[in-house]
């Protein structure tokens, strides 16, 4: 069974959600997503639910907004942090998975197209333009397969979570949770899920 | 065989004493000298009383003869004297009783008040054998007075009173001294104490009359009789007698308070001991009921003993805890790899069934397009149109699921199989956590109960004080008793030698003056009275016409014959030996008022003239009513009289 088609699944929910409308159609493709650190930033989040949550209660104490408390909530309450987590190893830069095989998956079915910089002979920078096929594909697969929706969901929270900010900027956020800084290079990011049930647990019990 | 006493002198009566109650004669000298007991002195021969002058004046009030009176009677010798009057109230009895207060020092009873207040000075003349005295009693309502004596030609001041009750002693101390009488010390057991008979009680032998009811004196005291009658025969062991029996009565009165004190210490010992024997079976059935110091030594290795091993069980009980749990983070870790399993199958399922609608178009490694051939070909051959791979059949990952989920069941299930025995061991390992704190109590308890514990000490100390105190109770009261049992002995030694002392003298004695009475009666016209016994108690039974019978029971007239008859034996009596103490003065107040028949007053003065006589010392006066037996029998000259209506006085 080839594994790469769960990561191709959702980093293809990631690129349409975090994607942008093109000013023009450039090769057929409608929107454009912005830099591979990026995506790597917010396929983080995805799979590691538990740190999404930290997000999430960083921006209810800022924000006060209940939905995230609420979805905080659930994803404590359905083990999500057990479930859904996919282990990531830190690398220079932060988490970092190899995408290449998940990517040849979406690429090869044309979802995809890999485009970028290039400036003496080195990547500078590389982006992911998507198809109306793209977007069509993924609408169909939500319906077809319901176990699929909470990629989309979970991509369109941490789009929204992640705003404007670039992929440098999103990586250094997530350097900053001392957990995921304190994981020496090389070794898979631990849990911070007891960490986070306890700030729920000091918010409920204020809140009451 | 006790050695018999011997009876001569003081040397002897100390020896007895000393032989009787088996002490030594030192002890004896010393206990009779601190009790005042006197062997009787050598006595001295008779001493011999006579009046010389009665005088007296002051002033009547309501009578006939009313105004002063002067009355004066000189020149009294030994002999038989008489007063008479032809009617009474007029003044006899007075004369005598006056006599009598002066001699006495205070009135006796029969000397009337009004005839008394009208006395304004008294004075008797009396000679003690050949010396002179006189009792001058110059203001009687005061007391005041003088006693003198006359030396040569001089009267010298011997006392001076100047009340009634200086009066009295000095009159006592002159004639108990003079006439070598004892006051004689008596026990009363009314008072509760001694009681010395006077001068005033023992001069009741000189006197008789007006009623004759006590064979001898004129007070009727317990006792007393007895004592005069010894006194007056001359006993020579009588005051000796007298004052050992009031020591004996004194010291069994002491005895007997000291028993009824001691019974009442005894009752409080024993009341108080019961009190403490109480409060010492509450301390010690206190005390048992707290453990003792080896039972805190032996509570406490047994509670130091019980902690380690629950310490160690709980530390058991920890580690096997730990291990459950590290156990149960494996069980977990498998268990959330298998539940992630199955998601990421069934995702993984999901998203295969997706991308295989999507026919690639171009080879994701070099772009090259799938050609139609390639195309044709995995139709036909079921070979990948990219790589040439033998296409997937029917399954596309739905066997690997099942398995999945089956060992996600089994995972599931052996977690919380764990999760029930960790629960187990948790409880567990509560109940040992118990287990040490319990211990750790009981042995902190033991530890205050150690530091704090007293109780058990001041229990003890309260054991032991009671003790010391119970024992102190509880010895016997450190009285000397052998001493007071000797001076007991002593004293009860010199009662019976005394008393033996006297008894055997006056055996004798005693039948001697009852024969003598026996004459005198029968002189004094007591016929037919063949028999009398002066008894040691002073009790006179006689026989008369043949039939036995005793003083108290005769006629008034018989009393007073046999009351002269047994005065006047007693007096010869001590005349003969020399040694009685009577000084030989009699008053006989109105004899003829007793229903004597003139025929009897007759015999009894012819005879007491006759006796006043034979006895050269005795001296009588005799108050009556002028009657011819009176008239017949008294010399003239030593009558006085008064005729018709007249006073005396």
């Given at each position: 069974?080839?594994?790469?088609l ?18 023009e ?7 454009i997503?912005r830099?591979e ?22 921006r ?14 659930n ?15 830190r ?6 998975d ?6 040849s ?7 995809v197209?890999i485009?970028g ?17 793209t977007?069509a594909?993924c609408?169909?697969a939500v ?5 699929l929706?909470?990629?989309c ?10 705003g404007?900010?670039?992929g440098?900027?999103?990586k ?11 994981t020496?290079?090389g070794?898979?990011?631990?849990s911070?899920?007891e ?12 809140g009451? | ?18 032989l ?19 062997a009787?002195p ?6 011999r009383?006579?009046?010389?002058t009665?005088?007296?004046?002051g ?10 009176f ?7 010798e ?7 009057s ?18 006495r ?5 029969g ?7 009208w006395?304004q000075?008294?004075?008797l003349?009396?000679s ?26 001089q009267w010298?001041q011997?006392?001076?009173f ?16 003079e006439?070598?009488l004892?006051a004689?010390p ?6 509760g ?9 023992l ?14 004196g ?13 006194m ?11 004052e050992?029996?009031?020591a004996?009565?004194?010291?069994d009165?002491e ?26 079976q509450?301390?010690?059935?206190e005390?048992?009921?707290l ?6 030594r ?6 130091s ?27 977990d870790k ?8 199955v ?15 999507l026919?690639p ?10 050609t ?8 036909a ?6 790589c ?18 089956e060992?996600?069941?089994?995972s ?9 025995h ?12 118990d ?15 150690l ?14 004080r009671?003790?010391?105190?119970l024992?102190?109770?509880q ?24 008393d ?10 005693l ?12 002189r ?9 016994r002066l ?10 016409g043949?039939?036995?019978t005793t ?12 009351k002269?008859a047994?005065?006047?034996?007693i ?6 030996r020399g ?12 004899p003829?008022?007793q229903?004597?028949a ?6 009894l ?5 006759a ?8 001296q ?9 037996p009176?008239l ?18």
């Amino acid at each position: 069974m080839n594994e790469y088609l769960r990561d191709a699944i959702r980093l293809l929910f990631i690129l349409c959600e975090g994607s942008q409308a093109l000013p023009e159609s450039i090769c057929d493709a409608t929107h454009i997503f912005r830099g591979e650190a990026r995506l790597h930033a917010l396929d983080f989040w995805l799979r590691y639910p538990d740190y999404l949550a930290a997000e999430l209660l960083d921006r209810f104490a800022r924000d006060g907004q209940p939905e995230d408390l609420a979805l905080v909530e659930n994803i404590m309450s359905s083990e999500e942090p057990d479930i859904r987590r996919l282990p990531m190893v830190r690398y220079f830069f932060g988490a970092f998975d190899p995408i290449d095989n998940a990517m040849s998956i979406l690429k090869s079915r044309e979802l995809v197209a890999i485009t970028g910089r290039k400036s003496g002979g080195r990547v500078i920078e590389t982006n992911f333009l998507l198809f109306p096929k793209t977007f069509a594909v993924c609408e169909q697969a939500v319906k077809s397969a319901p176990v699929l929706k909470w990629y989309c969901d979970r991509a369109k929270v941490v789009c929204d979570l992640a705003g404007s900010a670039t992929g440098t900027a999103l990586k250094e956020r997530q350097y900053k949770r001392s957990q995921y800084a304190g994981t020496e290079l090389g070794y898979q990011i631990p849990s911070i899920t007891e960490a986070v049930r306890a700030r729920l647990d000091a918010i409920k019990l204020k809140g009451k | 065989m006790a050695r018999r006493p011997k009876r001569d002198n003081k040397s002897s009566w100390t020896a007895n004493i000393a032989l009787r109650s088996g002490e030594a004669e030192a002890t004896v000298e010393e206990v009779l000298d601190r009790r005042r007991i006197k062997a009787a002195p050598a006595m001295s021969s008779p001493r011999r009383l006579t009046l010389k002058t009665i005088e007296f004046r002051g002033e009547k009030h309501g009578t006939v003869t009313e105004g002063p009176f002067n009355f004066k009677w000189s020149d009294l010798e030994p002999g038989l004297y008489a007063i008479l009057s032809d009617s009474n109230l007029k003044g006899k009895s007075s004369i005598l009783h006056v006599a009598r207060w002066l001699l006495r020092g205070e009135p006796a009873s029969g000397l009337q008040k009004d005839v008394k207040a009208w006395i304004q000075e008294a004075r008797l003349q009396f000679s003690l054998n050949e010396t002179m005295y006189e009792v001058r009693l110059e203001d009687p309502a005061q007391g005041t007075g003088a006693l003198v004596q006359l030396t040569g030609d001089q009267w010298n001041q011997l006392a001076r009173f100047d009340s009634a009750a200086e009066f009295k002693s000095t009159m006592s101390e002159f004639f108990l001294r003079e006439l070598g009488l004892d006051a004689l010390p008596t026990w009363n057991d009314e008072l509760g104490k001694e009681v010395v008979q006077d001068w005033a009680a023992l001069s009741g032998a000189l006197s008789m009359g007006p009623t004759f009811s006590s064979l001898l004196g004129d007070v009727n005291m317990a006792g007393l009789p007895t004592r005069l009658m010894q006194m007056y025969l001359g006993l020579p062991w009588v005051s000796t007698y007298c004052e050992a029996k009031v020591a004996k009565s004194v010291l069994d009165r002491e005895e007997s308070e000291r028993v009824r004190r001691q019974e009442d210490v005894r009752r409080e010992q024993m009341k108080r001991t019961l009190e403490l024997e109480d409060q010492l079976q509450k301390a010690k059935q206190e005390l048992t009921t707290l453990p003792t110091l080896a039972d805190y030594r032996a509570q406490y290795g047994a509670a130091s003993e019980a902690l380690l091993a629950a310490q160690a069980q709980r530390r058991s009980s920890l580690l096997a805890l730990e291990a459950a749990k590290s156990a149960q983070m494996q069980l977990d870790k498998a268990e959330r790899f298998d539940r992630r399993r199955v998601v990421e199958i069934t995702d993984t399922i999901a998203a295969g069934r997706i991308f295989r609608t999507l026919d690639p178009k171009c080879c994701p490694r070099c772009d090259a397009v799938v050609t139609e051939a390639r195309r044709e070909r995995e139709e036909a051959a079921n070979a990948c149109a990219m790589c040439g791979e033998a296409m997937h059949t029917g399954d596309d990952g739905e066997a690997e699921l099942v398995v999945a989920r089956e060992t996600a069941a089994k995972s599931k299930a052996a977690g919380d199989a764990h999760r029930e025995h960790i629960r187990n061991v948790e409880s567990e390992s509560a109940l040992r956590g118990d287990d040490v704190r319990h211990c750790e109590a009981a042995l902190a308890k033991l530890e205050s109960e150690l530091r704090a514990g007293n109780r058990r000490n001041d229990l003890m100390l309260v054991v032991a004080r009671l003790e010391a105190r119970l024992d102190e109770i509880q010895k016997p009261v450190a009285t000397p008793k052998s001493d007071r049992l000797k001076e007991m002995a002593i004293i009860a030694a010199a009662v019976d030698e005394s008393d033996a002392r006297v008894k055997e003298i006056q055996e004798g004695l005693l039948t001697e003056v009852s024969k003598q009475i026996v004459d005198y009666a029968r002189r004094f016209g007591m016929i037919q009275l063949s028999e009398a016994r002066l008894k040691g108690n002073a009790q006179l039974d006689i026989v008369k016409g043949g039939k036995s019978t005793t003083f108290g029971a005769v006629t008034v007239g018989e009393k007073l014959r046999l009351k002269i008859a047994t005065v006047l034996a007693i007096l010869k009596s001590g005349e003969k030996r020399g040694i009685g103490r009577h000084p030989g003065l009699l008053f006989i107040d109105s004899p003829g008022a007793q229903e004597l028949a003139d025929d009897d007053l007759a015999d009894l003065m012819r005879e007491l003239k006759a006796v006043s006589e034979e006895l050269q010392h005795l001296q009588v006066f005799v108050a009556a009513l002028a009657s011819p037996p009176m008239l017949a029998h008294v010399d003239p000259e030593r009558v006085l009289r008064k005729e018709g209506e007249d006073w005396m006085w």
